[in-house]
T-cell receptor
């Protein structure tokens, strides 16, 4: 089976712009979650979706949003980018009640 | 709000077994113990998980104490490619993983 895929892999934006990251889960997985990883804060949970519904959300400002489509693919959006949003954004999928499998991540640099 | 305690770092000789400890003294009855690892700048890789019985797969073995307050991940024959940060996580279906700082494992030739 193909693993979790994330696009794009690398992205450079400037402050104030917005960005959309995409995640395709492993075939058959209906749960998708997103994480932010920075050197200072480590891996932090952003949100989780199952069947197009957000079931859990981390402690991030409203500039961070996500959605899931009927085919389980997911996107996350960050509006009004700040320098501190520079990070590795990771998507993971799960067959629900099973382990999470992570994608390679999207590395975002905000200038 | 990680619920586990792991050593910050450990070294291991190539070809030897690596035993990674994890304390989770506040684990509740329905929480699983998960192990992941992250090789520099890659996404975390799932290794193994268990509830109360010992588990083994092609990557590693997981030994959970009878009281479930601690566990040990065993990499039977460490290679240089096993150099990574290893995370021990306890979780029950709250749809997320809470990562701590993990253990940086360095396998030396």
């Amino acid at each position: 089976k193909a693993g979790v895929t994330q696009t794009p892999r690398y992205l450079i934006k400037t402050r104030g712009q917005q960005v959309t990251l995409s995640c395709s889960p492993i075939s058959g997985h209906r749960s998708v979650s997103w994480y932010q990883q920075t050197p200072g804060q480590g891996l932090q949970f952003l949100f989780e979706y199952f069947s197009e519904t957000q079931r859990n959300k981390g402690n991030f400002p409203g500039r961070f949003s996500g959605r899931q489509f009927s085919n389980s693919r997911s996107e996350m959006n960050v509006s009004t980018l700040e320098l501190g949003d520079s990070a590795l954004y990771l998507c993971a999928s799960s067959p629900d009640e099973g382990p999470w499998y992570f994608g390679p991540g999207t590395r975002l640099l905000v200038l | 709000d990680a619920k586990t305690t792991q050593p910050t770092s450990m070294d291991c000789a190539e070809g030897r077994a690596a035993n990674l400890p994890c304390n989770h003294s506040t684990i509740s009855g329905n929480e699983y113990v998960y192990w992941y690892r992250q090789i520099h700048s890659q996404g975390p890789q799932y290794i193994i998980h268990g509830l109360k019985n010992n588990e083994t797969n092609e990557m590693a073995s997981l030994i959970i104490t009878e009281d479930r307050k601690s566990s040990t991940l065993i990499l039977p024959h460490a290679t240089l490619r096993d150099t990574a940060v290893y995370y021990c996580i306890v979780s029950f279906n709250d749809y997320k993983l809470s990562f701590g700082a993990g253990t940086t494992v360095t396998v030396r030739a």
